[in-house]
């Protein structure tokens, strides 16, 4: 599969715990965004990288999120001192943004579903 | 910001009837709107989407159309079959925020029924 990976796919953790999740995007895509989802929503954009750089932060990312993407390929979205509000699933969504076309296809991953016990 | 609704929240309709989803949008700067699909446990999947330099796209039973001056575009189902089963989101974008980022609506949970 060439697609978007993440990982974990689910993962439970305690209120107060740090926790780290990956996404792989497609190779040779250059931008990748973070999204959570809960239930019965659509995705809400968190943040977005351009290659290693984080160009853009939501105001719903608290100081408690930090996302990095050292080398331009994976990127990590960790969440410090969980809350059970963080429970939700996150995506991982990738694309290939070049020349002078403004908009191309997200990608989106499987997601890592979170629960805040 | 850009802020999007979508309606209706859930649709039934009868294998083979037609079924139409509304978004609206807030931001007249947003000029690029897609369509994804999500199943049950699944990923989001990009089923069509338009630009805003276009009135109406279509795709075999997939059409989707764009008033700007009015804010809101539609997804048009034709000859629906029990596979168009999912929940069905709409999001805007804009070049000038949130560096082409997309706000999403709600979804609409489309239930086919044979």
């Known amino acids: 599969d060439t697609g978007v990976s993440q990982d974990p796919r689910h993962k439970i953790t305690k209120r107060g715990q740090n926790v780290t999740f990956r996404c792989d995007p497609i190779s040779e895509h250059n931008r990748l965004y973070w999204y959570r989802q809960t239930l019965g929503q659509g995705p809400e954009f968190l943040t977005y990288?351009?290659?290693?750089?984080?160009?853009?932060k939501s105001r719903l990312l608290s100081d408690r999120f930090s996302a990095e993407r050292p080398k331009g390929s994976f990127s990590t979205l960790e969440i410090q001192r969980t809350e059970q509000g963080d429970s939700a699933m996150y995506l991982c969504a990738s694309s290939l943004v070049s020349g002078g076309r403004a908009y191309n296809e997200q990608f989106f991953g499987p997601g890592t579903r979170l629960t805040v016990l | 910001g850009e802020n999007v609704e979508q309606h209706p929240s859930t649709l039934s309709v009868q294998e083979g009837d037609s079924a139409v989803i509304k978004c609206t949008y807030s931001?007249?700067?947003?000029?690029?709107f897609p369509w994804y699909k999500q199943e049950l446990g699944k990923r989001p999947q990009l089923i069509i989407d338009i630009r805003s330099n276009v009135g109406e796209k279509k795709d075999q039973r997939i059409a989707v159309t764009l008033n700007k001056t009015a804010k809101h575009f539609s997804l048009h189902i034709t000859e629906t079959q029990p596979e168009d089963s999912a929940v069905y989101f709409c999001a805007a974008s804009s070049r000038e925020n949130y560096g082409q980022n997309f706000v999403f609506g709600p979804g609409t949970r489309l239930s086919v029924l044979p």
């Open positions: 990288f351009q290659n290693e750089a984080q160009l853009e």
């Open positions: 931001d007249s700067a947003s000029n690029y």
